[in-house]
């Protein structure tokens, strides 16, 4: 299986992330700001990193199934801090495993990371959201929309 391969499926069978695109756009995702861990050759974790308003956000963060629970999903988002240069970085989530791995590397839940990058945010959600719809993923935008109470914004302001 290749990385664009891997990308693709894992992104299908995950529904807490964005939607799997098509072939092209996913490896320009894989050569663009994102981090990666092998093993061997395999691709097994995965993260993207953007400029949102004044933060770097990191999203997307997938570690492989037969891979979870042993440490991957720490040290992928250890390797995405070392690499970002931005000094506010912020990642949104529900998800308990790797809202334990943010707290344990320093993140702080924050309510409001300010006017700018929360505009941002919220024009970022709706366009996911029209781009769920019309990839008519329905499964995956009740998935999302269901627990959006309980999503935190964690944020690591000074590295
Ligand atoms: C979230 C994810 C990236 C975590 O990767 P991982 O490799 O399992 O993470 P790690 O093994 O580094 O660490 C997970 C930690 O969470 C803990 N954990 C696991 N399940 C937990 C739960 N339900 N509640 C609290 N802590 C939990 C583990 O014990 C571990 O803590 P430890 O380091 O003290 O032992 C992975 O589960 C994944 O790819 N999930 C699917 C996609 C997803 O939802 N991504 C997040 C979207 S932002």
Redesign the pocket.
């Known amino acids: 299986m290749d990385d664009v391969e891997w990308l693709l499926s894992t992104l299908s069978a995950?529904l807490?992330?964005r939607p799997p695109t098509s072939r092209r756009r996913e490896a320009r995702y894989l050569a663009g700001n994102c981090v990666k861990l092998y093993h061997g050759e395999r691709l097994i974790?995965y993260a993207e990193m953007r400029m949102v308003g004044r933060h770097m956000e990191i999203?997307?963060?997938?570690?492989d199934a037969k891979?979870?629970?042993?440490?991957?999903?720490?040290?992928?988002i250890k390797k995405a801090l070392k690499s970002i240069t931005c000094d506010k970085i912020l990642?949104?989530?529900k998800?308990?495993?790797?809202?334990?791995?943010l707290h344990?590397l320093g993140f702080t839940v924050k309510k409001w990371p300010g006017f700018y990058t929360y505009t941002i945010l919220s024009i970022n959600t709706l366009r996911r959201l029209f781009s769920m719809l019309l990839r008519f993923e329905f499964k995956r935008i009740w998935q999302q929309g269901k627990g959006i109470h309980t999503y935190d914004m964690f944020v690591i302001e000074e590295k």
């Open positions: 995950e807490e992330v974790a999203s997307t963060v997938l570690v891979y979870r629970g042993q440490g991957k999903g720490k040290e992928l990642c949104c989530t998800n308990p495993a790797m809202a334990k791995v344990d």
